[in-house]
């Protein structure tokens, strides 16, 4: 389980970012960010593997629009979904410190 994520100085200005809270509001950024401190916690991969929209949504602590969130993070790319199992976009390059992630991928590439 990881401690901590990286967030770029750059988060709040990135166009995704900004996208997701006019869509949604500044409390769908704070739910982002949630979502991926929960990643770190319990997925630490980033493949959200048996999880559903609305898990997704739970593990975020998203109380909007039931489907909005998820589908909204889908739309911006912050999440891939491929064959019904959604993944967190480049998160091993982008929010896990270096160290965890080149464990990370020696441990996946070992497989």
Known sequence: MNNDIRLSVEFFDHPKTVKLQ???GVGAVICLQR???WTAQNRSNG???GIDCEDVEIAAKWDGEP???CQTLVDLRFI???DGVYALH???VVHIPSSV???LG???SAR
Do not use: A, K
């Open 22 to 24: 006019r869509r949604l």
């Open 35 to 37: 979502l991926w401190i």
């Open 47 to 49: 493949v959200l593997s």
């Open 67 to 69: 489907g909005e969130f």
């Open 80 to 82: 891939d979904e491929t």
């Open 90 to 92: 480049d998160w091993c």
């Open 101 to 103: 992630s080149d464990s």
């Open 106 to 108: 020696t441990s996946l």
